[in-house]
């Protein structure tokens, strides 16, 4: 048997998610992340509930956070009769979940530098390009 849920996402909660968002997470992904760390499982009705999301938008939250693998499905169970219900938990331990996105930022802040620096050369090339004619132009020679 399931044990006993708490259904409200807490101002410590809304904290963590807000500063998992600034991060980089899309919102409510950031969202269920903030219930999967809870270390219990959920059902993607339980998320939508505790989240004060809607059925799509947990979709959404779960496809993306399942795609970076830090959840998983881990069964299925039946609700009497119907589609069976899909059970959810973090898939990785939480500083496993932490030292990805610090990997991701630290990745594409290390790409923007050597983007930085691309444009530092072509502009440099370009000037020097343009500081080069300018002297061998003869129309500039000659007044």
């Not at 795609?67 to 500083?95: A, C, Q």
């Not at 290390?110 to 020097?128: F, N, T, W, Y």
């Amino acid at each position: 048997m399931r044990e006993k849920i708490s259904l409200q996402f807490s101002e410590r909660d809304e904290e963590i998610a807000v500063l998992f968002h600034e991060i980089g997470i899309l919102k409510n992904s950031s969202r269920v992340l903030t219930i999967a760390i809870r270390g219990k499982e959920f059902t993607a009705r339980e998320m939508e509930r505790i989240c004060d999301l809607r059925q799509p938008e947990v979709s959404i939250a779960i496809k993306d956070l399942i795609s970076k693998k830090w959840i998983k499905i881990t069964r299925n169970w039946m609700e009497k009769k119907g589609r069976p219900v899909l059970v959810y938990r973090l898939n990785k331990e939480l500083d496993d979940i932490l030292d990805d996105i610090k990997g991701n930022i630290l990745g594409s802040s290390g790409r923007k530098i050597i983007d930085i620096e691309r444009v530092r050369e072509l502009i440099r090339s370009q000037q020097s390009e343009f500081s080069y004619s300018q002297v061998t132009d003869p129309l500039v020679a000659s007044s």
